[in-house]
Structures are given as structure tokens and as C-alpha cells.
């Protein structure tokens, strides 16, 4: 057994107090591993409060340190050069601690990889499946690659050399399944086909996607939660143009999510990660890459979400959503999507909002520039799209907006929005033909 010292010297830096779970440097090939790598684990870090300090992590008869670094509740490591040191967390004495951790020692040599058979590879993946304890379920998968549809979460996989997989060449959409409908599904079609064109992806017919969706979802049996579809470049190589992929490939997934959306109030700060150029923030590409960066930072500052600027300094967009206002006029203020992508949900509510003009709830509706000193002395902000409907925000940047509690506009924009849903119109609403019965199926 090898022995791993973990070196804690004076402060530094002051990091969270909360209870810090450690990952741990293997000591011969130098990976950063998980605990569910190691063995004979004898002593982790004191637990007692954490006021700061710093941590060195050194394999003996190596020059290789580990780095840790406070987030949240996690300490995070990085494999540096030697004499390299960075933040953790030590008691509040800040003494010199020494705690030792035991793994198995494990050599270059003995380490063999397996050639897997095919039933072996699936045997794996079947196992794999069986450990995922996500609050969401996969009911169906169509793949163009296999020209069909699978129930068996195992086989809902792409193939490795498709362009969206190692070039990002490839667009997506969503659509609501509520109660057996799936709602607005033509309009984030069109959305979805127009994505596709700016990318240079051949778009498939609108009605023979539409068919697709509509038997993937029956398939599915699911009556409640969302259809996730991907076009992209297609496999073939892994070269940077697609010139070398036969053709385009489509994929949908089924996603049963029984939980409904976000709704308690939440915060949000302005985000400091830069928003995509418009050419690409008004196309649903694969790359969200900024976007999970912009949640996660919101995240690590206590808050639901980030709010983008655009390059005039104008309020965007936030990371999978749109932003709208109520200002002390009543006006109802929606960013302009010349710069964004347009939300479908929030071009819906656009359309039911008049409603509200009639009630004598709003004075106006406005779609344009909105400054950010303008959004942050509104009455009212709220979140809109599919994943979180309407959603209020009683903070930006630590600064309340309106009185700091929802505002009746973004109550009676979430009502019409949830009545819309389960009795919208025919156009809005497309049923699922559930109990027809699948004649080309093949088993």
C-alpha cells in the first residue's frame, strides 16, 4: 500500500466553511481520480469548521502535486508542476496538520485493458444504464443512423465520428409533451429548419420530421415531459469539413420528466461570460458551451441564472431563456431577438399578452433595446421559456426589483401561459396518436 501526505501549511485565502469532499491523485499514473477509484481510504481532511488556508498533495517518488481549489461545496484539484501549491481549507488554528491516505498501489504494468466483444460492449452498456439515478427518464430514441425508433436506453447512442459529436456541427430544438399534446411542436419546427439552413446542415421536409416526432413520442408512451431532436452533419470522419459525411443525421430523444418546472422566485446576476456573436446566439446550435459556463457561474454566486449583455450594452438574453420587464409605466418590455434567439414561448406569450392589455393589467407591449437601469427599476422581471415557463425574479445583482416579491403581470403571464397549454388551440396543441398500433415494427 502507498501512502499519499496531504500537507496543510499557513492561511491564505479564505474559502467556504461547509465540509469539503476531497478527490485524490493517483500516485504511479498520475490521474486525478474519483473515491470510488480508491481503496482503504484511513483519514480524509479534519472536519471540523474551515476558516482557510492551503493544500499540497504530493505522491511520494513523484514530482506531480495536487492542487486543490474551493467551489462551492467541492474541493477541486489540478495536476501541477513541483513546488506548486493553491488553495483549500485547514482548521481554524491554522496549525500545520499532516493527514495520511492509503490507496492500493497500482503500476503502469498491471493496468490491461479488455477488447470487448459486441455482446460483451453491450453487457457493459446494459449495466451502465442500470446505475444512472437521474430524475429524468428515456422513453424512445429515433435515429436516422438505425432507421427506427428503441425503447432500451442502452442503444440510445450516436456515433462517435458524427460532426455535432467532435465538430459542434449540428442544431436542436425542443417540444413540450404535456398531457399527451405536444405543444407549439410547428413552431419550434420552423425554428429548428432555420437553424439548420444557417448551419449548412441539408434540412429535412418539415412534414416528414414532423411525422418522426409525432411516432417517437406514441412510441414513447410518455404523456408528460419533453422531445429533445438534433440534425447534424452526419458521421463519416473526423475531419473539419463535413464534405466527407454522406449525409445529414437526425435524432430524437423522448425525456419523461413528471416534476414541474421551476417557480419559486428566484435571483440573478449579470453575466460576466461572454455571449455568442448574433450570428450564431439566433441559430440553436450545439455550441453551449458559454451558456453552461454563464449557469454555472450564476450558480457558484447563489443565483438561478446570468443575464447577457450585447455588444451595445443592452439586456440579451439569459443562458436558456428569454428576459422580459414591467416598468412602472405597465409597459410590457421584451429584448428585440435581432441579436437572440427567439424564444418560442416568449413569441407566445407576445401573442396572448394583448389579453392582458384588455384587463387593464399592462398599458402597452414593447419588443426593442431595453437599458440595463431600465430592467432593474422595472416593477417586475421574469424569466420565459420552455424549461421554466414564466418564471419571477425579485433580485438582479443584489438589486430588488419592485417591491421584491412576484408581480401579478408575471402571475397572470404564467396562467394564460398553463391554460394555453392544456386548451390552446389546434395549431398550438398537436395530439399523440398513442393507441395506434406500429405496423412496421421489428423485433
Known sequence: MAQIHVVAMGSQQHVSRDSLPILFLHKTIGKICTHKNISGIKTVLSQSPLSGGSIRVRAPNSNLFMVASSRRDQVLLAVHGQKTEATGAVGEDNELKHEVLTMQDQDDAELTIPVLSLPKVIENMQENTGKRTGKQS????????????TIDPTLMVIPIDDHMVHRGHGVFDTA???NGYLYELDAHLDRFLRSASMAKIS???HSYLRS?????????????????????????????SSSGCPTSAFYAVVIEEQSSPHRQAVNVVTSSIPMKPPEFAVMKNVNYLPNALSKLEAEEKGAFAGIWLD??????????????????????????????LSGCTAKRLLALAPRLLEEGLI??????????EEGKEA?????????????????????????????????????????????????????????????????
Not at 429515433?142 to 432507421?147: E, K, L, Q, T, V
Not at 418522426?212 to 473539419?240: E, H, M, N
Not at 409605466?329 to 437572440?340: A, G, H, R, V
Open 138 to 149: 428515456y422513453r424512445a430514441m429515433y435515429s436516422s443512423i438505425f432507421g427506427g425508433i
Open 311 to 340: 455588444n451595445e450594452g443592452f439586456i440579451a438574453e439569459g443562458p436558456n431563456m428569454n428576459v422580459a420587464f414591467v416598468n412602472t409605466n405597465k409597459e410590457l418590455l421584451m429584448p428585440s431577438f435581432e441579436k437572440i
Open 363 to 372: 398599458k402597452g407591449i414593447r419588443v426593442g433595446n431595453i437599458k440595463v
Open 176 to 178: 413540450l409533451i404535456i
Open 203 to 205: 434540412p429535412l421536409n
Open 379 to 443: 416593477e417586475e422581471m421574469m424569466l420565459i421559456g420552455s424549461g421554466v415557463y414564466v418564471l419571477p425574479v425579485v433580485m438582479w445583482d443584489e438589486h430588488p426589483i419592485g417591491n421584491g416579491k412576484e408581480g401579478p403581470v408575471t402571475l397572470a403571464l404564467l396562467n394564460l401561459l398553463l391554460e394555453d397549454m392544456k386548451a390552446g388551440p389546434a395549431n398550438i396543441r398537436i395530439p399523440v396518436p398513442y393507441g395506434v398500433e406500429n405496423s412496421q415494427s421489428v423485433k
Open 212 to 240: 418522426i416526432l409525432v411516432q417517437t413520442v406514441a412510441a414513447s408512451q410518455c404523456k408528460q415531459g419533453a422531445l429533445r431532436y438534433w440534425l447534424t452533419a452526419g458521421p463519416g470522419d473526423f475531419s473539419l
